[in-house]
């Protein structure tokens, strides 16, 4: 089992930045995609970025603006929020799979969610 933990979430304004942390423990070495997803009211749940031992991978409305990264030294994942928009409010999720995809139905493994709210 793995267990993931997000945090980093808050209420911002239009143009801040958010980092967004996930930490992972358990059996971690089972994982190598990690992933951000967020949901936000009324909307399914979206792919957001991915990373891979050496790929990233990032959705068309978060790209330039959204930076993945990980540390595997404190089993821990990243999302940096640059330049965040309103439309940019939901939950997100930190998920983990045996693969580095945009689908969440390959990730076994799901945090509790870390809410963002960004205001006009």
């Known amino acids: 089992q793995v267990q993931l933990v997000e945090s980093g979430g808050g209420l911002v304004q239009a143009g801040d930045s958010l980092r967004l942390s996930c930490l992972a423990s358990?059996?971690?070495?089972?994982?190598?995609?990690m992933a951000w997803f967020r949901q936000a009211p009324g909307k399914e749940r979206e792919f957001v970025s991915a990373?891979?031992?050496?790929?990233?991978d990032y959705a068309d409305s978060v790209k330039g603006r959204f930076t993945i990264s990980r540390d595997n030294n404190k089993n821990t994942v990243y999302l940096q929020m640059n330049s965040l928009l309103p439309e940019d409010t939901a939950v997100y999720y930190c998920?983990?799979?045996?693969?580095?995809?945009?689908?969440?139905?390959?990730?076994?493994?799901w945090g509790q969610g870390t809410q963002v709210t960004v205001s006009a």
């Open positions: 358990g059996r971690t070495f089972s994982t190598n995609g």
């Open positions: 990373i891979g031992w050496s790929a990233v």
């Open positions: 998920a983990a799979a045996r693969v580095t995809t945009r689908y969440s139905r390959d990730y076994s493994y």
